[in-house]
């Protein structure tokens, strides 16, 4: 079935360190792409889409590309805040006769000034 | 109001209990959704309605899980004899249809004791 595997949190940085974090899909069908973020005492909201291969999301510094061939839709973000620290989701829509969003575990990013 | 709305936020019910949990989405979302996330877990989806129609419930864990959506506006997720093992927080979201960004409550946060 369809699923989404994203590496394992916690994942800890410093104030202006690169972030990756990873995440493929398995899907059926040609999916959307999603990052969702959770930050602290806060609802999930979208952080970044992709619709189709080589389409590249981009919001708030991070990016994450469309890779088709590798299956992947690797989050990154070129110098983390502290503000970032949150728990990051990635996520796959496909239609299953009605549109059915499917999220990873999440991985969770402690930022350290 | 200005965004998806759920209650109660935290619910505590005795092992045996039913409980309903209620979500308001956005006005005008024609697609509803209702996820299952269990602690340091990503969300699990249980059930998708499309303005009043149920389109997918493949999710829901058991047939003590029940979902309405009567006027395609506000959504009940009723729980009849409560399980430990449905401890879990239970999110809505609603989005304008297609595979577009979905929009979620705060989650009604379950305990069964």
């Known amino acids: 079935g369809d699923s989404v595997t994203q590496m394992e949190g916690p994942v800890t940085l410093s104030e202006e360190a690169f972030l990756t974090i990873n995440c493929t899909y398995t899907?059926?069908?040609?999916?959307?792409l999603f990052w969702y973020v959770q930050y602290p005492g806060e609802g999930l909201q979208l952080l970044l889409k992709?619709?189709?291969?080589?389409d590249k999301g981009s919001n708030k510094g991070f990016e994450a590309t469309y890779r088709k061939e590798t299956t992947s839709f690797h989050l990154e973000k070129g110098s983390v805040q502290v503000s970032d620290s949150a728990v990051y989701f990635c996520?796959?829509?496909?239609?299953?006769?009605?549109?059915?969003?499917?999220f990873g575990a999440g991985t969770r990013l402690f930022v350290k000034a | 109001g200005a965004g998806v709305s759920q209650s109660p936020r935290y619910k505590v019910a005795k092992r045996g209990q039913d409980v309903a949990l209620r979500c308001d989405p956005i006005?005008?979302?024609?697609?509803l959704f209702w996820y299952q996330q269990a602690l340091g877990q990503g969300p699990e989806f249980l059930t998708y309605?499309?303005?009043?129609?149920?389109?997918?419930k493949s999710g829901l864990p058991s047939d003590r899980f029940f979902a309405e959506r009567p006027e395609g506006s506000v959504s009940t997720l009723k729980i009849q004899r409560t399980q430990q093992e449905d401890s879990a927080v239970y999110l809505c979201?609603?989005?304008?249809?297609?595979?577009?960004?979905?929009?979620f409550g705060e989650g009604s946060r379950l305990t069964v004791l």
């Open positions: 979201a609603s989005s304008l249809g297609v595979a577009g960004e979905l929009f």
């Open positions: 899907a059926t069908g040609y999916p959307s």
């Open positions: 006005s005008g979302h024609v697609s």
């Open positions: 996520a796959l829509s496909v239609d299953t006769g009605g549109f059915k969003t499917i």
């Open positions: 992709a619709t189709k291969a080589d």
């Open positions: 309605f499309q303005n009043e129609a149920q389109l997918d």
